[in-house]
T-cell receptor
C-alpha cells in the first residue's frame, strides 16, 4: 500500500517568491492536514481539508493557502515568501471523516527561503 | 488554546539504559498519541491512548495516560540505538478534528 507522497522533497526559493507543495494521500484517505515543522516552534497545524472543503485552519497568515481536489490530492501554496517560512512542511492523511485515528505523515517538503 | 509541553527537550543516554519522557498540559484531551520521527522522515504513530489511567505496552515501550487525561508518559526499557529520534505527543479533541502537538523530546541512544 503506497504511503503519503509529498513533492517536491526539497526546494530553495528566494524572498518574495511563491511556492506550491503537493500531497497525494494513501488510497481511500479523504482527510488531508498540513503542518509546518521548525526547530523553534515544533509542529504547527496549518489547515485540514476533507471532501474538497477546508474544515479547520490554524493560526497562519493569509499567505498560506491550500486546496483539495476531487481525488483527495491536496496542494498548499505560500505566497510572498519570507525567511521565516523556511521549514519542513508535512502532510498527514486519515481515512475517516472525523480525524479520530492515526495520522499518516508523508516525508515532508523541506523549504529553504534565501 | 490547548498547549502541550514535553520534557526533557533533549536526552542523550547509553544503550541499555531506561528512560522516561513526559507530556503535560493544563487541558483535557479525549485522546493522546505518541509519534516517533526519524531524521528525514515524517512522524510515525507509536500508540493512541484514550482512557484516563490507561497503560499500553509496545515491546520495550510503556505508555501511560494520566487519570485526568491531561498528561502522559513514555517509558523505554533497555534503550537501543534504533530508538533514537524525536518523540512527539499529540492531543486530540472530542471530535478528533484537531490535534495539538507538543514540541518533542529529542532522544539520542549511544551504542
Amino acid at each position: 500500500k503506497a504511503g503519503v507522497t509529498q513533492t517536491p522533497r526539497y526546494l530553495i526559493k528566494t524572498r518574495g517568491q511563491q511556492v506550491t507543495l503537493s500531497c497525494s494521500p494513501i488510497s481511500g484517505h479523504r482527510s488531508v492536514s498540513w503542518y509546518q515543522q521548525t526547530p523553534g516552534q515544533g509542529l504547527q497545524f496549518l489547515f485540514e481539508y476533507f471532501s474538497e472543503t477546508q474544515r479547520n485552519k490554524g493560526n497562519f497568515p493569509g499567505r498560506f493557502s491550500g486546496r483539495q481536489f476531487s481525488n483527495s490530492r491536496s496542494e498548499m501554496n505560500v505566497s510572498t515568501l519570507e525567511l521565516g517560512d523556511s521549514a519542513l512542511y508535512l502532510c498527514a492523511t486519515t481515512p475517516l471523516a472525523r480525524n479520530t485515528g492515526e495520522l499518516f505523515f508523508g516525508e515532508g517538503s523541506r523549504l529553504t527561503v534565501l | 488554546t490547548q498547549l502541550l509541553e514535553q520534557s526533557p527537550q533533549f536526552l542523550s543516554i547509553q544503550e541499555g539504559e531506561n528512560l522516561t519522557v513526559y507530556c503535560n498540559s493544563s487541558s483535557v484531551f479525549s485522546s493522546l498519541q505518541w509519534y516517533r520521527q526519524e531524521p528525514g522522515e515524517g512522524p510515525v504513530l507509536l500508540v493512541t491512548v484514550v482512557t484516563g489511567g490507561e497503560v499500553k505496552k509496545l515491546k520495550r515501550l510503556t505508555f501511560q495516560f494520566g487519570d485526568a487525561r491531561k498528561d502522559s508518559s513514555l517509558h523505554i526499557t533497555a534503550a537501543q540505538p534504533g530508538d533514537t529520534g524525536l518523540y512527539l505527543c499529540a492531543g486530540g479533541d472530542n471530535y478528533g478534528q484537531n490535534f495539538v502537538f507538543g514540541p518533542g523530546t529529542r532522544l539520542s541512544v549511544l551504542p
